[in-house]
C-alpha cells in the first residue's frame, strides 16, 4: 500500500512518516501544496492523509483539485483542534476522514486501514486465498494453519496481491503499490521479493499459489479451486 502524507511540521511529518513505514506502508512525503501535486499527478496512491494548512497550496485546494478531476483515492484531513470550519469545508469537498491535531497515531493507523479497506470494497479484515489467511490488522499470515513469517516488504506484497487475486499485476503495478520514489524501478527488485516471498507461502505447498505470466508479471490465484 502507497499513501502520501502531506504535512508542513517537518517533526510531524517524520514521525508520521516513520510510524506508517514500520507498518509496512510505502511512503512518499510533502512538505507543501506545490509538491504534494506534483507527487498526486504522477503517482498513484491508496491514500493520502492531507494537512489543511500548508503553505504555497492549501489542503482544501488540493482535495478540490483531485475531487474535480475525479480522483477517488481515500483522503483523510488533518485539521487544527478548534477549525470545525476546515472539517465541514474538507467533508464536503470529498475527503472521507479527518483527525483534528494533535491525535494519536493509534487512531491514525486504525483511520487509516479502514479508509484502504472501504476502497477495496471490503469490510473484511482479513483476506484469503485457497488455504492461506492474511490479517490486514495484526498482519499475521497462515497457510495450512501454520503462521508465517514474513518481512515488511514481504506482507505488502502479498496484501496488494490478495487484494487483487485472479488479476495479472505487472511489476510495475507492485513496485507502485509496495514502494516509494526512492525506488529505482529498473530493477529487478520485484523478482527478488516475489522470490522470496515464494520460498515462504509456495514452496512447502502443492497447490502454489503465485503465478509468473511470462512477460508480463504475475497473479495470485488458487488454480485447485474449481
Ligand atoms: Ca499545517
Known sequence: MRLLVVEDEPALLKSI??????EGYSIDTAE???EAQDFIETAEYDCIILDIMLPAIDGLTILKRLRNNRVNT???ILTAMDAIDDRVKGLDLGADDYLAKPFSFD???ARIRALLRRQVETRETVVTIADLALDTISHTVIRDGKNIELTAKEYSILEYMLKNKGRLLTRSQIADHVWNYDFDGNSNIVDVYIRYLRKKIDDNFDNKLIHTVRGSGYILQDKEES
Not at 512518516?17 to 514500520?22: P, Q, V, Y
Open 17 to 22: 512518516a516513520m510510524r506508517l513505514n514500520e
Open 107 to 109: 487512531e491514525l493507523l
Open 74 to 76: 481515500p483522503v483523510l
Open 32 to 34: 507543501d501544496g506545490e
